[in-house]
């Protein structure tokens, strides 16, 4: 039976890539021939739907608390999983910071490119300078963007410390930043982390197996930029986080906590 849903769903998987990339290679450039407005507002339609889409034949039963802020155009979360950028874009058109790796992932790389996510290099200043400046563009322009600032995934049995240089595009606008939690839980719970040395297409294909997996999606208090310091911006965020999961997780520095390369 698992061997048959997991097969079941890749072909449904397969169908939604083709669809995507479809949608990237032919529709998008297509809307981009539009006024800036509706070409911005049907590509986002296209992407939610998009990732409701693999929500459902992933069998991802979200539980939500608390309710976004329509002002706030950086969202900042725990990382767990790949699994979080489609719960965050099925919830509102964004425009996600990823690690540079996640460009040459097969298929997802090519839609990552296609639907503008930004791409940066661990450690390279040139590369976070450019991607600030990026982010910085779209926020002044009133798009949302959404950003890891753990700078990597974990178990989520712990919120790691969130880094404080991409904080920065928020800070010069002055922008409204919601900070969400995300956990999983529930049978299947064990194989939803994306860590270690962990590849994307080994990691799907356990998670078609699992018949369904249960997550909730808590929307905090949504937090002021302006005439804060970065590193002032990320503790609060983190802490807002935190406690949206529902309390003080374990020190970030315990030993045996694995890191995923991206």
Known sequence: MRRFLQWSRAALIGLMFAAGMTAVGLLFPVFRCLPLSPARRLEGAVQVAWYRGLLSILGVRVRVSGRPSADAVLWVSNHVSWLDIVLLGACRPLTFVAKREVGAWPLVGFL????????????????????????????????????????????GATVLRFHARLFGPAVRVGAQVQPVAIRYHGAGCEHVPFVGEDDFLPHLWRLLGERRVAVELSFCPPVSASGKARDELAVLTRSHVVSGLGGEPADPLAPGLRRNRC
């Open 112 to 155: 990552a490119k296609g639907t503008g996510t930004l791409l940066v290099s661990r450690g390279d200043l040139a590369s976070s300078g450019l991607v600030a400046d990026r982010m910085t563009w779209l926020l002044r322009q009133g798009q949302a963007v959404a950003l890891f600032p753990e700078g990597t995934s974990s178990t």
